[in-house]
């Protein structure tokens, strides 16, 4: 059982940066495949962006494209989520999501076996 643990969410003016953070309990950390979604009031989860495993292939979701980069330090238990040029639609409950699932892209939640409590991120206009 994975347990993830998001931080580093807030309050930022629209084209400002947050990094968020995703610390993992499991010591196989490097064998999980993770990624990043989110959820705003009214919406349905959607996909943000993956990495690999290995940290050797990364996804976007074509509206953070250019933007946010997720990065891991298999070292530390733990994946981020770098985010610049917020703008006020990146508004939205950020979850990060663990699935055993390595090979392939995994872009889809319900292939996504462990999820975190979920950090705010709220971009003011």
């Known amino acids: 059982q994975v347990q993830l643990v998001e931080s580093g969410g807030g309050l930022v003016q629209a084209g400002g940066s947050l990094r968020l953070s995703c610390a993992a309990s499991e010591r196989t950390f490097s064998s999980y495949t993770m990624g990043w979604f989110r959820q705003a009031p009214g919406k349905e989860r959607e996909f943000v962006a993956y990495?690999?495993?290995?940290?050797?292939?990364?996804t976007y979701a074509d509206s953070v494209k250019g933007r946010f980069t997720i990065s891991r330090d298999n070292a530390k238990n733990t994946v981020y989520l770098q985010m610049n040029s917020l703008k006020p639609e990146d508004t939205a409950v950020y979850y990060c999501?663990?699935?055993?699932?390595?090979?392939?892209?995994?872009?889809?939640?319900?292939?996504?076996?462990?999820w975190g409590q979920g950090t705010q991120v709220s971009v003011s206009s």
């Open positions: 999501a663990a699935t055993i699932r390595r090979f392939g892209v995994v872009v889809r939640s319900n292939e996504y076996n462990y």
């Open positions: 990495i690999s495993w290995s940290g050797g292939a990364t």
